[in-house]
């Protein structure tokens, strides 16, 4: 198995983006990219200690492929917003890719390069970052399948 992890918004609508693709065995949702040790909800939302609302993607890329990942990930959110998904706003709804090894960083970088060159951005920059995966902590067991537990496939159209 092996992972990746992404920040498009708010964690929940990512989670459940990616959670019912063949080839995902689990997802975990938590905060990445900070300076704060063990943050909680409470902290991230603070927007004073720099983590990010992430999705920990554990998948078997003998059935799913990381470029496939990074095709729902783009799918799923709109990256040229700057610290934003649709009503939600600040620093830890930034749109992030946290690369785990050389290759995906390659494969991220190669992808956002080929979604900027499209068509549909000719006029908007893709603000994603794309950094090294960091600590990565747990978030609270009730965000954990939030929407799954409450029946919904989604948070907003992105």
């Known amino acids: 198995m092996e992972e990746a992890t992404f920040a498009a918004g708010c964690f929940w609508g990512v989670e459940a ?3 019912g693709i063949k080839g995902v065995v689990s997802t975990t949702v938590g905060y990445s990219g900070g300076t704060f040790e063990n ?5 991230v ?4 200690t720099g983590h990010a609302e992430v999705v920990l ?7 799913l492929s990381y470029e496939d990942l990074l095709d ?4 799923c959110h709109d990256p040229t917003q700057l610290n934003r998904q649709g009503p939600d706003s600040g620093t830890q709804y930034r749109s992030a ?18 979604l900027q060159g499209s068509l549909a951005y000719t006029n908007r920059k893709i603000v994603t970052e794309i950094v090294p995966a960091s600590t990565f902590y747990r ?6 399948q939030y929407l ?5 496939s989604r948070c907003h159209i992105p």
Not at 39 to 43: A, H, I, Q, S
Not at 100 to 113: D, I, L
Not at 139 to 144: F, G, I, R, V
């Open 72 to 75: 729902v990930f783009w799918q």
């Open 45 to 48: 939302c603070t927007d004073k």
């Open 57 to 63: 993607v554990e998948y078997d890329p003998l059935v």
């Open 139 to 144: 978030a609270e067991e009730y965000h954990q």
């Open 39 to 43: 943050p909680t909800y409470e902290d």
């Open 97 to 114: 890719i946290f690369f785990h090894t050389p290759e995906q960083e390659a494969a991220a970088r190669a992808s956002k390069e080929r």
């Open 148 to 152: 799954e537990k409450r029946g919904q």
């Open 17 to 19: 983006a990616f959670r």
